[in-house]
Nanobody
Framework: QVQLVESGGGLVQAGGSLRLSCAASTRSDSTPPMGWFRQAPGKEREFVAAISWSGGYTDHADSVKGRFTISRGNAKNTVYLQMNSLKPEDTAVYYC????????????????????WGQGTQVTVFS
């Protein structure tokens, strides 16, 4: 069982930045592929970004490309989502997720590929 704890959400003006963190309860060398999803009020949860076990591969949703960046810390059991140039439409609860297996070179983009989820952190962008 992997536990994920997110932090870093908050209230920010449009054009501003936030950095979300997700700490996994795994050894740094045993953290599976991870990702970020978000769910806005009245909408389905959607993919935001994914990162491979090593951190060498990443992918971002088209809606956030060029503005958001997913990365792993030196201790690979922590994943970050740097969010720049935030827009009101980025307002959502952001969830960190981890895959079931530690597999190199894999990016997970669909909800059902993830086995573990954090509790979510609210990001609110006002204009």
């Amino acid at each position: 069982q992997v536990q994920l704890v997110e932090s870093g959400g908050g209230l920010v003006q449009a054009g501003g930045s936030l950095r979300l963190s997700c700490a996994a309860s795994t050894r740094s060398d045993s953290t599976p592929p991870m990702g970020w999803f978000r769910q806005a009020p009245g909408k389905e949860r959607e993919f935001v970004a994914a990162i491979s076990w090593s951190g060498g591969y990443t992918d971002h949703a088209d809606s956030v490309k060029g503005r958001f960046t997913i990365s792993r810390g030196n201790a690979k059991n922590t994943v970050y989502l740097q969010m720049n140039s935030l827009k009101p439409e980025d307002t959502a609860v952001y969830y960190c997720a981890a895959g079931r297996l530690v597999v190199a070179g894999v990016l997970l983009r669909r909800e059902n590929e993830y086995a573990y989820w954090g509790q979510g952190t609210q990001v609110t962008v006002f204009s």
